[in-house]
T-cell receptor, first 113, second 112 residues
Framework: DAGITQSPRYKITETGRQVTLMCHQTWSHSYMFWYRQDLGHGLRLIYYSAAADITDKGEVPDGYVVSRSKTENFPLTLESATRSQTSVYFC????????????FGEGSRLTVL | DQQVKQNSPSLSVQEGRISILNCDYTNSMFDYFLWYKKYPAEGPTFLISISSIKDKNEDGRFTVFLNKSAKHLSLHIVPSQPGDSAVYFCAASANNNNDMRFGAGTRLTVKP
């Protein structure tokens, strides 16, 4: 079925470890996004990508790395996880432009001990 | 700094009544506004949107009102149903920019 899937759905790691959250979409949307959801802050944009090999920083990019070698995949890597990165991470895709709705995955809950 | 604010963390209404969710923004460059709905353990889903050239957009039981001078928008749900119980996020973006900003969300509970 077409859609957007994230993995893993739940992850517990330790401070300093590298973690990669995966995102895969089957709609062939040009744009993909990573948001984090924290209590009191709503959804904050980490990085987004307009196409393969094109990425841009969002509101809170520090401590994160992204890549987009294929249109359908947009992994998010925490190179050295910190406790402040404990959050729920949502991947989204869309056709682009501010008049386009975003389609979100189910989220990845990450806990950094 | 939070450019999109939802000052009510929660709202409780009776089934059949109107639900009004509010959102304020500070960035006058925002020209497109959206509402998303989120159930527990699911991702947000798009509900309704409005361009800054309009002051109202209606879709079934959902209506969004935009007051640009007050930098305020609201989502009206009439009549409210128990299935509407969810967290509602207000979002805004500017000048065809993909940096969409979200509010903190309002948890709506519709009581039977």
């Amino acid at each position: 079925d077409a859609g957007i899937t994230q993995s893993p759905r739940y992850k517990i790691t330790e401070t300093g470890r590298q973690v990669t959250l995966m995102c895969h979409q089957t709609w062939s949307h040009s744009y993909m996004f990573w948001y984090r959801q924290d209590l009191g802050h709503g959804l904050r944009l980490i990085y987004y990508s307009a196409a393969a090999d094109i990425t841009d920083k969002g509101e809170v990019p520090d401590g994160y790395v992204v890549s987009r070698s294929k249109t359908e995949n947009f992994p998010l890597t925490l190179e050295s996880a910190t406790r402040s990165q404990t959050s729920v991470y949502f991947c989204a895709s869309g056709r682009g432009g501010n008049t386009g709705e975003l389609f979100f995955g189910e989220g990845s809950r990450l806990t950094v001990l | 700094d939070q450019q999109v604010k939802q000052n009510s963390p929660s709202l409780s209404v009776q089934e059949g009544r109107i639900s009004i969710l509010n959102c304020d923004y500070t960035n006058s460059m925002f020209d497109y506004f959206l509402w998303y709905k989120k159930y527990p353990a699911e991702g947000p889903t798009f509900l309704i949107s409005i361009s800054s050239i309009k002051d109202k957009n209606e879709d079934g039981r959902f209506t969004v009102f935009l007051n640009k001078s007050a930098k305020h928008l609201s989502l009206h749900i009439v009549p409210s149903q128990p299935g509407d119980s969810a967290v509602y996020f207000c979002a805004a973006s500017a000048n065809n920019n993909n940096d969409m900003r979200f509010g903190a969300g309002t948890r709506l509970t519709v009581k039977p």
